[in-house]
């Protein structure tokens, strides 16, 4: 049985899978949803994105060729330019489109880096633990900065930069919750607790059963978040 609705191939627990379907969530819309498991890759995922890493986006129709996106920023922003009811993108504000633009190439490209690094220490033996730590901190720092400053990344309200980056956050804080919640970020560590709690970050955590061919489709959001 197919559908209309848009195919996205996801995996419940990467964080870039994460912000994506936040992201849709958010933005109203229904995808047909695809649960992955990374060491079984389905081969229409693989087919349809050599690469093998979750999320893929695959977008059809009568009317227009196969299109796929493989990057978890284009498909948070291809969702939310569909619909954007609570305004994440900012698109009328063009200082805070930098803003959040800067915070997200720092989140994906230098504190994913390091917090890869502190997570799985034991592979990267020329440093102790803590010293990839302290390079997340350099990031951890800014964004308590800002935190204490207002509400949200990038201001008072909710915008993409914090859908995109709260994952992380999160991934980082479970590597070592003691640490995280005694060191002295507690403006963060707010913030993140409001993420968690959010019956939007509840909702798109819901367990799935690895996608099979012969499923049935699977829509996601499948209730109102």
């Known amino acids: 049985m197919k559908t209309n609705h848009p195919i996205l191939y996801s995996f419940r627990r990467c964080p870039y899978a994460i912000r994506t379907r936040l992201a849709i969530a958010g933005s109203g819309l229904v995808v047909e949803l695809r649960e992955v498991v990374l060491k079984d890759k389905p081969a229409t995922m693989l087919e349809a994105s050599p690469k093998g890493t979750v999320p893929v986006l695959v977008l059809s129709s009568s009317t227009q060729e196969r299109r796929v996106i493989d990057e978890s920023r284009d498909i948070m922003r291809w969702a939310l330019r569909q619909s954007d009811p609570y305004n994440w993108l900012c698109s009328d504000d063009p200082d805070l489109l930098w803003q959040i633009e800067g915070l997200i190439q720092e989140n994906d490209f230098v504190f994913k880096q390091h917090l890869d690094r502190y997570k799985y220490f034991e592979r990267h033996p020329s440093h102790p633990q803590s010293y990839y730590r302290e390079q997340c901190e350099v990031t951890l720092v800014k964004l308590e900065r800002l935190l204490q400053q207002h509400n949200f990344l990038a201001g008072e309200n909710c915008s993409l930069a914090d859908i995109a980056i ?14 995280f919640y005694s060191a002295p970020y507690t403006a963060l560590q707010r913030w993140l607790d409001h993420h968690l709690e959010s019956t939007l970050f509840t909702g798109v955590m819901t367990k799935y059963p690895q996608w099979k061919e012969a499923d049935k489709p699977c829509l996601f959001p499948d209730k109102q978040i």
């Open 166 to 179: 709260f994952p992380f956050i999160r991934q980082f804080a479970h590597v070592d919750r003691n640490w």
